[in-house]
């Protein structure tokens, strides 16, 4: 936690500005200060520090439309930072767990969480595959790579067939053509230093089961 902490800084999300986050506020010197230590333990590259289009997009969506997850269990798949979580806990979900393969990222949400003032379960580790204990799961920007969606759209597919599978996509090339009923669509400012553009259209979809 203490990497986190004095890389990133307590800020606010864009799209629901009610909730703080640990986030880095320059790429540059946070991609450098964690190479030599990504590199030492085999780590991802710190996309927790950063609010992406998709979780912003799915937390506005849940605090405008509570119900969707007020009294339920709920999965954040690939969560990051950890906002769309945070959104369902602070819309009255019964229970949340927010999953993660990286640690500073596991680390990050109980910092996030910590900040706000309410309690999240973090899964560290690979959960695909994972019998369905839930009764909503949403995924945030999840097909920017072809080897991590082939690898997790079959799964998410098939735990569409017993609950809700929410996807927040902005527009990212492996995203499947089947998307299901379109449940919204919002317009998120974006940084140059992340995407090529300054804001991006999200959708958000259910997906079709398999």
Not at 174 to 183: F, T
């Amino acid at each position: 936690m203490a990497f986190v902490e004095a890389h990133t800084r307590l800020t606010q999300a864009v799209l629901v500005p009610e909730i703080r986050l640990h986030l880095a506020t320059e790429l540059t010197p946070l991609w450098l200060a964690t190479e030599d230590f990504l590199r030492k333990h085999n780590m991802q590259p710190p996309f927790w520090a950063f609010a992406w289009p998709g979780s912003e997009a799915l937390a506005l969506h849940i605090s405008q439309n509570p119900g969707l997850v007020r009294g339920k269990r709920v999965l954040d798949f690939a969560a990051g930072c950890g906002l769309a979580a945070l959104a369902c806990m602070r819309a009255g979900a019964a229970h949340v767990e927010a999953a993660e393969i990286d640690p500073l990222a596991a680390a990050a949400m109980r910092l996030n969480a910590a900040a706000n003032g309410v309690e999240l379960e973090v899964l560290l580790g690979d959960i695909v595959g994972t019998p369905c204990r839930w009764d909503v799961i949403l995924c945030g920007d999840v097909c920017y790579e072809a080897p991590m969606t082939r690898h997790i759209l079959p799964w998410l597919a098939a735990c569409a067939r017993e609950v809700p599978v929410i996807i927040a996509d902005p527009g990212r090339k492996y995203l499947p053509s089947a998307r299901g009923k379109i449940l919204a669509e919002i317009s998120v400012p974006t940084s140059l230093e992340l995407e090529d553009t300054q804001q991006r259209i999200v959708t958000l979809f259910q997906l079709p089961p398999e």
